[in-house]
């Protein structure tokens, strides 16, 4: 069966240091993958897409690869902020089919 | 003013009630989606409309049902609410032609808490 999968524990890192969260899928041949972040209580917002054709995207402090052997998006955040802190999830769009989100991983920068 | 909004932002309600969640758009997107969220699950798709005329189910569509008012209205009904339909849920929408494709634009949320 199709899988999308993010580390569901938090990651917790100093102010600074660049933070590193993984996406990794199953069953899919994803034309494209893109990056949501999500604050408490709101809805998510759009941040990056990377295309099946592409090994990185950066915009600002943040950088996407895509590993289509691998099956793995990594999304890093360099040189972090408190205010970085927020939930970030992953979403697969399949060519045909709909958008499937992960499941988020919870990010906490610390000063 | 925000481009999705959602009403109520929070509901509570009993076991068997029937409710109505609703959502408009002024981003002039054709397509709208109903999500619902639980902790650790990911959003995931209860219903989906392309067009006015286009109504189609999601993963999750058992227990729910919707209606697509106008291009800018997509409301999402609770038939007979149960417990486990307590959950956060979102409404969006896409422009099939917008770039980054498909980026989908999303609402505040309601909270909804089934007793």
């Known amino acids: 069966s199709q899988k999308i999968e993010q580390n569901s524990e938090a990651l917790n890192i100093q102010e600074g240091k660049t933070a590193t969260l993984t996406c990794n899928y199953t069953?899919?041949?994803?034309?494209?993958l893109q990056w949501y972040r999500q604050d408490p209580g709101r809805g998510p917002v759009f941040l990056l897409l990377?295309?099946?054709?592409?090994k990185e995207k950066r915009k600002e402090r943040l950088k996407v690869t895509f590993d289509t052997t691998l099956k793995q998006s990594l999304f890093h955040i360099t040189a972090s902020q408190p205010a970085d802190s927020a939930t970030y999830l992953c979403?697969?769009?399949?060519?045909?089919?709909?958008?499937?989100f992960g499941g988020g991983t919870r990010l906490m920068v610390k000063p | 003013d925000a481009d999705v909004t959602q009403t109520p932002r929070n509901r509570i309600t009993k076991t068997g009630k029937r409710i109505m969640l609703e959502c408009s758009q002024t981003?002039?997107?054709?397509?709208m989606y109903w999500y619902r969220q639980d902790p650790g699950l990911g959003l995931r798709l209860i219903y989906y409309s392309f067009d006015v005329k286009d109504i189609n189910k999601g993963e999750i569509s058992d227990g729910y049902s919707v209606s697509r008012q106008a291009q800018a209205k997509f409301s999402l009904s609770l038939e007979s609410a149960i417990p486990n339909q307590t959950a956060l849920y979102f409404c969006a929408t896409s422009d099939p032609t917008d770039v980054p494709k498909e980026t989908q634009y999303f609402g505040p949320g309601t909270r909804l808490l089934v007793l």
């Open positions: 981003k002039g997107h054709d397509r």
């Open positions: 069953n899919y041949s994803p034309a494209y």
């Open positions: 979403a697969l769009y399949n060519a045909g089919n709909m958008l499937t």
């Open positions: 990377i295309r099946e054709n592409e």
